[in-house]
């Protein structure tokens, strides 16, 4: 069978188990929107570094341009023919002799273009390639990609980008179209190109690896701070919950001992007084044992409210009670029944046993509690009835025998215990 204290703990339990989904579906809902937030951070850090390095590879493209239209608009740059120079066998004529006999060979555009790149490339993996669909320098081939790239251009994409891996090494490479510009049919007009045509392109490269190592760090510097800031979220709401389950905890224990306690006396109310009687009642139905009951009333009580007011009566009525309390078993239960009455339940306790109580707390009483001061100084006695349960009795009538023998006691003159045989 169901005891009271587990009929009250399962809403408890059922409230606290309310709040701690509650309290776990707000973590994951803030862990959820804080992993989206540092995900978008992450996405856009990583865009950021992918703009960057457009960003870079169009200024190196407009820097190789630029190159190419100085050399262009000079007609070619003239350097002397040293040992390990060659001259370009695609150019007629690209050999002069100057006055004094030395030989300077031309650096048209293209060349001087791949001979700058090949000492890129050789320095830090820089490197960029000057390429056409019909290229008269086979070096000057489009590898796979620039191949696509080109034809692209021709339709009327101006730009490409895209990451490959060269070497081993994951490379971020650019590609935009080289337009024909009147400078460039010198060579070229015989290949049919107009100026304004898409002649080639220009591809740049570079290495990825710093890149690479900033993306790693930064997503770790995330990855870091969206599990610090998750685990302090949940922290926060675990420290809340706790909290408020204290609070609520002693909340509720408030609200229990003001609808379960009589806000005068400190003792149990008579609702929660009958509710325990009820128990004991059904305890002693199942095991046989026994169980007693003990009024008291306060002699001549309207006089004290009468004479010394009833703040002294309220006064009279809390020291009682701390007698009474003081004077009972543990497992016994004292409660302020009505006005100035108190009912004492006594469970396991056979009459004798409920008479010695009952006399204990007479005499305390009697010697302890006083009303007034100086000449108006007067003791305040209590009078007691006692019962013990008959067999087969019902709450109610073991109730009103305590009673019928409390009245017998005041009856008698007062300051006495009057027991009603079982």
């Known amino acids: 069978m169901t005891s009271e204290k587990d009929q009250a703990t399962d809403p408890v339990r059922a409230e606290v188990h309310s709040m701690r989904l509650f309290v776990v579906s707000v973590s994951l809902v803030a862990a959820l929107s804080i992993t989206s937030g540092f995900l978008g951070i992450a996405f856009y850090n990583r865009d950021s570094i992918r703009e960057e390095m457009l ?25 002397l ?6 001259s370009n066998p ?26 700058i790149s090949e000492l890129l490339r050789d320095d830090d993996g820089f490197f960029f390639h000057i390429t056409s669909l019909r290229p008269l320098n086979p070096t000057n081939r ?34 935009a179209p080289l337009m024909v510009e009147a400078s460039c049919l010198e060579c070229h007009a015989k290949q049919g190109y107009r100026v304004g045509d898409v002649r080639g392109g220009i591809s740049v490269s570079f290495k990825m690896s710093n890149v690479e190592e900033r993306l790693q760090r930064n997503g770790l510097i995330i990855l870091g701070l969206a599990t610090l800031t998750i685990a302090l979220v949940i922290v926060s709401f675990a420290w809340f919950f706790r909290k408020l389950v204290r609070a609520l905890g002693d909340a509720r224990a408030e609200l229990n001992r003001m609808a379960t306690t009589d806000a005068l006396t400190g003792l149990s109310n008579r609702h929660s007084l009958l509710r325990r009687l009820d128990q004991e009642y059904e305890r002693q139905r199942r095991s ?5 009951l003990a009024m008291l009333d306060v ?34 239960v004292a409660a302020r029944f009505g006005g100035e009455e108190f009912l ?76 009603e045989e079982p």
């Not at 023919?81 to 060659?86: A, N, Q, S, Y």
């Not at 990609?145 to 490479?173: C, D, N, P």
């Not at 209590?382 to 349960?389: D, E, I, N, Q, Y």
């Open 142 to 175: 489009p590898d796979e990609r620039e191949s696509a790239a080109l034809k692209t251009f021709e339709q009327g994409v101006r730009e490409t980008s895209w990451e490959e891996e060269i070497g081993g090494i994951m490379h971020y490479r650019y590609m």
């Open 288 to 292: 046989g044992k026994l169980l007693s």
């Open 344 to 419: 004492i339940v006594l469970p396991d306790a056979d009459l004798p046993t409920a008479q010695q109580t009952a006399e204990r707390i007479r005499g305390i009483i009697e010697k302890q509690v006083r009303v007034g001061s100086g000449e108006t100084q007067r003791e305040i006695t209590v009078s007691l009835g006692v019962a013990t349960l008959r067999a087969g009795e019902k709450i109610e009538a073991l109730i009103n025998r305590a009673d019928a023998a409390l009245y017998r006691a005041k009856a008698e003159g007062r300051n006495r215990i009057v027991a």
């Open 299 to 332: 002699d001549l009580f309207k006089s004290v409210n009468d004479v010394y007011g009833h703040t002294a009566g309220d006064a009279v009525l809390r020291e009682i009670a701390r007698h009474i309390e003081a004077s009972v078993r543990r497992y016994d």
């Open 90 to 115: 695609y150019l007629e004529n690209a050999d002069i002799t100057a006055a004094d006999g030395k030989i300077y060979t031309m650096k048209n555009p293209a060349l001087m273009t791949r001979e």
């Open 55 to 79: 960003n870079r590879a169009k200024h190196n493209f407009a820097s190789v341009v630029l190159m190419r239209r100085w050399n262009a608009n000079h007609g070619g740059v003239y350097v």
């Open 81 to 86: 023919k040293r040992p390990g120079v060659e």
